[in-house]
């Protein structure tokens, strides 16, 4: 492939990938706040587009809404074959998620926060947006496959988890749905590759899971990220399953 | 005002302000569902672009994500001087609204599901962006005024119920933040305009109320909607307050 657009969304998750890419600050999109980076790797274009610091508060812009228009900018302008939602993400003992694993998207990206109880509202609430078979990468790389599940929550309450259930999410994050729904609209394929920081079935509370294990799973997901975009980069989008 | 863009999620909500305003169809955005719609009223250019059909489930594409993608791409394109989100939305009795009621924003836009328990996230999680001063045209108008409220679901569980009543919300739909979001970035104000479909507190079903007076609510939206136009158009935005 010539391009390959990976979407991040908070600096800490971006920074180990950057420095390993050697990838360069280029011009972003006035007034928005996202931030894109760009390299080569073996003659394709590497773009990375992180969220960037929302103005009024201070903070990294996460969350689906932040995600949906970095994803749509950085694919107007780079047309790219390939975009990878990559990041950090929770994930459960029960189904055997360890701190630091790396997971591939697999079969389909959902929602569960969105509750709409009106006959096709509900379906689209839910999303299930293709990912790109990627069985092959994984086995190659010795990543885990699972669904990934995006709400703009870092906790899960009752009704998140009874849509977990029903969806089988075994990732579960904050960005992935929205990318590849806009992945959909614009024709262009999608893949998540997230390392997991915390345990939602674990008693330590989320947030000290994450902030505890947040630098080590960034460089986890930068060594896995790069010999995914040197797995890809050679190679067709039909030719990761 | 020279421009007023007005963002819609529902074809359903637009029809009768499109056929009141006697707005012609425009050249949308290549692969986005959007619709772009245009009217003049007294000398002032007004674009209403509706959220239009989601391609794989066939339904409205309601909610934040594709609510921030059309008010970036209208408000790029366009670059207005004010957006009005506008829609049907839930109230609560205990509040004082009524079925047809119709609620210009008041303070400010948050969201109510969106939980980030980490410090300055949080904040983040809820938004809390400007609405624009509106409490003139309210008066003039004869709307109600108070604190929009948005989520990705129809229903309202434990969590959202906590939220809402920090934030004081008192008008409950699902896009109106995520327009005030982008917005605020491209430093154009926003001002929504709810009719009131459902009682969140009432005994019967969101949905069963929504689909029994979507019909009515958004009639009566169109008729304030077009009230509100006429009343902008002459003014300047520091002038509605």
Redesign the interface.
Known sequence: MKCIAVVMAMASEASPILTQLGAQAIPAIP???FKFFEADRNGCRVIVSVNGR????????????AA??NT?VVARQYNPDLIITAGTAGGWMHRGAEIGDVYVSDQKFV?H??????P??E???IG??PAVPASGLAQALNLKLGTVTT?????E???DRRLIAKSGGVVKEMEAA?VA??G????IPVMALKAITDLVDHHT???DQ??ANLLMASQRLAEKLLQVIDFCAPRSVADLG
Chains 1, 2 share one sequence.
């Open positions: 007034l928005m706040p929302d103005k009024r508060h201070g903070v990294d812009s996460i969350g689906t809404e949906a228009l749509y929602h926060d969105r509750r709409i109880a009106i096709g509202f379906e689209y609430g299930s947006y709400s703009n929550s870092l906790d309450n009752d009704d929205a729904y806009v959909e609209m614009l024709a509370a989320t947030a994450f902030n």
